[in-house]
């Protein structure tokens, strides 16, 4: 599959990857706030579209009439939120690439703010991280979130309050070299991290869900992402030295280092 990577478009500043798996009437929305947001940037937005059967599909054919930078990607079957972000990496043209939920929860406004303070950073800063203020999930959802990162933190060391939250903005050529499995998405500021890079953290405003319930809950992924977050612990401690690398030419002169 890698070898079939489109290449990045010069043209595109970012590529907006939105995972959904029935969410039709938040993407009714969702799609034109990320038109908005981005509005006068170079830009795609990519719904991958994780097995929906709510006419989902329908919605996006009408709505990609009038709006030549949306795409529309789909998985036959659902197969997760993690493999559906995976896709629309692999699929995405831009320099950095962006996420959120298809819930309709992560507000697109703050992209513009995230994607500046990664090109006002040295190439070095390679995620701008959301972290939501004024959470509006119900009682369960929101402290059992707050002790999972509270463990993660403890864990992982990466110095980010809310890794869960689906606002990001990530180089993507970054992304693209870190590893896959599934839930990777709730680990990126220690994978970044890992990878001797930083991240920046940028306060969001949470907002309640419009429509439906959540495809991807808290229970049916806790025991998993206990074993997550062991994976990822070992990662982190398997990677002892960043190496700098300089390229040196025939002529003796060095090249730039990466």
């Not at 306060?203 to 419009?210: E, P």
Request: proline share 5%.
């Amino acid at each position: 599959m890698l070898a079939h990577l489109p290449p990045m478009s010069h043209a595109l500043e970012v590529s907006v990857v939105i995972p959904c798996k029935n969410e039709k009437d938040n993407l009714a929305f969702l799609i034109d706030e990320v038109g908005s947001a981005l509005a006068g940037r170079p830009f795609e937005l990519i719904i991958v579209d994780d097995g929906s059967d709510d006419g989902t599909d329908q919605l996006l054919q009408a709505y990609s009439i009038e709006r030549p930078w949306l795409r529309h990607i789909r998985h036959e079957k659902s197969c997760g939120q993690s493999n559906a972000v995976r896709t629309g990496l692999l699929h995405a043209q831009g320099e950095f690439i962006a996420t959120l939920d298809g819930d309709g929860q992560n507000d697109p406004a703050f992209f513009p703010q995230m994607i500046d303070a990664l090109k006002a950073g040295d190439p070095d800063h390679a995620l701008a991280a959301g972290q939501r203020m004024k959470r509006t999930d119900g009682f369960v959802k929101k402290y059992g979130s707050r002790l999972a990162n509270s463990i993660r933190q403890s864990l992982l060391k990466d110095n980010t309050r809310d890794s869960g939250c689906g606002l990001k903005v990530i180089r993507r050529q970054v992304f693209l070299n870190l590893p896959f499995f599934e839930a990777w998405h709730r680990f990126l500021p220690a994978l970044v991290v890992r990878e001797g890079l930083k991240v920046v953290h940028i306060d969001v405003i949470d907002r309640g869900r419009s429509h439906g319930t959540s495809k991807y809950g808290i229970f049916d992924r806790l025991w998993v992402g206990i074993l997550d977050l062991l994976g990822v612990y070992w990662l982190r401690k398997r990677r002892k030295k960043i190496p700098v690398i300089k390229e040196i030419s025939l002529t003796g002169q060095n090249g730039p280092e990466t």
